[in-house]
């Protein structure tokens, strides 16, 4: 009869993680996601505000519930298919976003701590910033077809949810560049001898 062990192995999708928690799997994932965030940043995004005179509503930093109302009524119905349409796109960006930041995470979490797999569960947090992003895509996707209603509730908690997805992709993404950078800097040194 064999022992029974106390620790539980680490889950298959995590045994799964660590088959790409390299290098070139991180760079594939940037190169995958910068093409959507280029779209988005250098063409979309000012086609929209040349075209309709306001930014599109994930851009407008600081906005509350009354506020969106008078950018959805400023955008025309035009506007509003626009972004309506927009808004499709706008669960892929964090999807890829969000596979960079797993891969990432999980590259940093084996080179920091390689003996140690079960520690790759952390790098699914790497996900939080997507679902706060679709959160963030449904209320204004909800708010797009409630108008001309306005509902100062769901414009509040999409503000909300608009403000933890900056808050998940600035603290993310600094703290990886912060560990990338801190690999360069001080290289790990390998188990002494």
Same mark, same amino acid.
């Given at each position: 009869m064999q022992p029974q062990s106390n620790q539980a192995p680490p889950s298959s999708l995590s045994t799964r993680l660590a088959g790409f928690a390299t290098l070139p799997y991180v760079m594939l994932s940037l190169l995958a996601f910068?093409?959507? !965030?280029?779209?988005?940043?250098? &063409?979309w995004s000012p086609l929209f505000i040349e075209r309709f005179g306001y930014q599109p509503l994930d851009?407008?930093?600081g906005l509350d519930g009354v506020s969106v109302q008078e950018y959805l009524t400023a955008y025309g119905e035009e506007g509003r298919s626009w972004y309506l349409r927009f808004q499709i796109y706008d669960f892929f960006l964090p999807l890829f976003g969000a596979i960079m930041f797993v891969l990432w995470a999980a590259w940093l979490i084996t080179m920091y701590w390689p003996e140690q797999?079960?520690?790759?569960?952390?790098a699914w !947090?790497?996900?939080l910033p997507m &679902?706060?992003?679709?959160?963030?895509?449904?209320g204004f996707i909800t708010q797009l077809m409630m108008f001309p209603e306005?509902?100062?509730?769901?414009g509040n908690i999409?503000?909300?949810?608009?403000?933890i997805k900056i808050t998940l992709l600035s603290g993310f993404g600094i703290g990886l560049l912060i560990a990338s950078m801190?690999?360069?800097?001080?290289p790990l040194s390998g188990p002494e001898e």
């Open positions: 910068l093409p959507f !965030l280029a779209v988005n940043n250098l &063409f851009l407008a930093l797999p079960g520690k790759l569960r952390f !947090l790497g996900t &679902f706060a992003d679709w959160a963030e895509n449904i306005v509902s100062v509730d769901v999409t503000f909300l949810l608009s403000q801190a690999l360069l800097v001080v």
